[in-house]
């Protein structure tokens, strides 16, 4: 699985609106529409879950870095690919517009192993909400962020309205959202929606080296330590708190892992 061929990722079939290739532990996903600033669509929400499921599935995977092509990470919904084809079943009711719901992104983004967005350029919209669940998001200087809905008469989708929250507080999610207004690299970190501000040179490096440091973790492990953010990051009971993270820690205490991580320990000990 290490060609940058398309197509050729985990023997999955050619794909039209994406780039798939492995770095070392990483599966890079790079959304490339370039001429349309990369502007989402259901053809290529289908191809992110393929590719993800196809990772997910594959043992010499580790983690995931997402990113975009040419001078944008993802410039929003394409107007004409997406809305003027939207019957009111809502999204995924139209096996034409892909054969994902693309509401089932939220649970594979959280299900997954590490997924790092690098973002270069402008991620507007849907490009935006569909990073939020992201682990860890690296902007780079070039980045530029909106939660333009409202703009376009709608509001904002893929769990978002909690992600925001959680990521930058309830006034600063309100003013993104209720403005819609386009917020430079920096700003947006220090907001907190973006994690990390980078170099535009060093984007996507920086997102393979944290993606590694990652994926040198056992991978069980990963995903309960994911589970255990992402169901009690705004749990207000603490017992169910404790009681999730007891759980888990207990199959880890008797996971291969647990087992191999303290005898290493100890025989570092002893020398």
Same mark, same amino acid.
């Given at each position: 699985? @290490? %060609?940058?061929?398309?197509?050729?990722?985990?023997?999955?079939?050619?794909?039209?609106?994406?780039?798939?290739?492995?770095?070392?532990?990483?599966?890079?996903?790079?959304?490339?529409?370039?001429?349309?600033?990369?502007?989402?669509?259901?053809?290529?929400? !289908?191809?992110?879950?393929?590719?993800? *499921?196809?990772? @997910?599935? +594959?043992?010499?995977?580790?983690?995931?870095?997402?990113?975009?092509?040419?001078?944008?990470?993802?410039?929003?919904? =394409?107007?004409?690919?997406?809305?003027?084809?939207?019957?009111?079943?809502?999204?995924?009711? !139209?096996?034409?517009?892909?054969?994902? *719901?693309?509401?089932?992104?939220?649970?594979?983004?959280?299900?997954?192993?590490?997924?790092?967005?690098?973002?270069?350029?402008?991620?507007?919209?849907?490009?935006?909400?569909?990073?939020?669940?992201?682990?860890?998001?690296?902007?780079?200087?070039?980045?530029?962020?909106?939660?333009?809905?409202?703009?376009?008469?709608?509001?904002?989708?893929?769990?978002?309205?909690?992600?925001?929250?959680?990521?930058?507080?309830?006034?600063?999610?309100?003013?993104?959202?209720?403005?819609?207004?386009?917020?430079?690299?920096?700003? %947006?970190?220090?907001?907190?929606?973006? =994690?990390?501000?980078?170099? !535009?040179?060093?984007?996507?490096? +920086?997102?393979?080296?944290?993606?590694?440091?990652?994926?040198?973790?056992?991978?069980?492990?990963?995903?309960?330590?994911?589970?255990?953010?992402?169901?009690?990051?705004?749990?207000? =009971?603490?017992?169910?708190?404790?009681?999730?993270?007891?759980?888990?820690?207990?199959?880890?205490?008797? %996971?291969?892992?647990?087992?191999?991580?303290?005898?290493?320990?100890?025989?570092?000990?002893?020398?």
């Amino acid at each position: 699985m @290490n %060609s940058e061929a398309q197509g050729q990722f985990a023997g999955l079939p050619q794909f039209s609106q994406i780039r798939t290739r492995q770095e070392g532990r990483v599966a890079v996903l790079t959304l490339d529409r370039p001429e349309r600033l990369n502007a989402w669509t259901y053809a290529m929400s !289908d191809e992110l879950c393929l590719a993800l *499921d196809a990772g @997910n599935a +594959d043992s010499s995977i580790g983690a995931f870095v997402l990113t975009g092509s040419g001078r944008g990470f993802c410039a929003g919904a =394409d107007i004409e690919a997406t809305f003027e084809k939207r019957s009111d079943e809502g999204f995924g009711a !139209d096996s034409q517009r892909g054969q994902r *719901d693309p509401n089932d992104w939220v649970a594979l983004i959280r299900a997954s192993k590490p997924v790092v967005a690098a973002v270069n350029g402008a991620a507007v919209g849907i490009g935006a909400t569909m990073i939020a669940p992201c682990d860890v998001i690296l902007a780079a200087r070039s980045a530029r962020f909106a939660m333009a809905f409202i703009k376009m008469g709608l509001v904002p989708e893929l769990a978002s309205s909690h992600f925001l929250v959680q990521r930058m507080g309830f006034g600063r999610a309100s003013e993104m959202c209720l403005t819609g207004q386009l917020y430079g690299a920096e700003e %947006s970190v220090a907001m907190g929606f973006a =994690d990390r501000l980078v170099e !535009d040179d060093s984007l996507l490096s +920086d997102a393979l080296e944290l993606a590694e440091a990652m994926a040198s973790n056992p991978d069980r492990q990963l995903r309960w330590v994911k589970e255990l953010l992402t169901e009690n990051g705004c749990e207000t =009971d603490l017992s169910a708190v404790q009681q999730r993270e007891l759980s888990r820690l207990r199959q880890a205490q008797a %996971s291969d892992e647990h087992k191999a991580a303290v005898a290493s320990f100890m025989s570092r000990s002893e020398s």
